[in-house]
């Protein structure tokens, strides 16, 4: 079992930026692709990034390209989330999760984190 707890959530202005953290407990996720998805109010869970276990690979949804930059530190089981030049349309909770590798942590993770609010005002 995976246990993953988020932070670094929090209200930015627009333009602003903020770092997410996911914290794995349980087991090492050191051979784990890691990802990142989001649930805006009234919508549904989207896939926002991903990276393989040896940081080799990422993925990331269109609109975050060029903004925000998914990396990992396998030695302290953390994984992150950089943020930049948000804007109000990033408002969500975002959520860290898990699977074997990267491709699948991006249509069907096995492990979930509870999340962390994000909002970003105008």
């Known amino acids: 079992q995976v246990q993953l707890i988020e932070s670094g959530g929090g209200l930015v202005q627009a333009g602003g930026s903020l770092r997410l953290s996911c914290a794995a407990s349980?087991?090492?996720?050191?051979?784990?692709?890691m990802g990142w998805f989001r649930q805006a109010p009234g919508k549904e869970r989207e896939f926002v990034a991903a990276i393989s276990w040896d940081s080799g690979i990422t993925y990331y949804e269109d609109s975050v390209k060029g903004r925000f930059t998914i990396s990992r530190d396998n030695a302290k089981n953390l994984v992150y989330l950089q943020m930049n030049s948000l804007k109000p349309d990033d408002t969500a909770v975002y959520y860290c999760a898990a699977a074997p590798s990267e491709l699948q942590v991006r249509t069907t993770p096995r492990y979930w984190g509870q999340g962390t609010q994000v909002i970003v005002s105008s």
């Open positions: 349980g087991r090492t996720i050191r051979t784990y692709g």
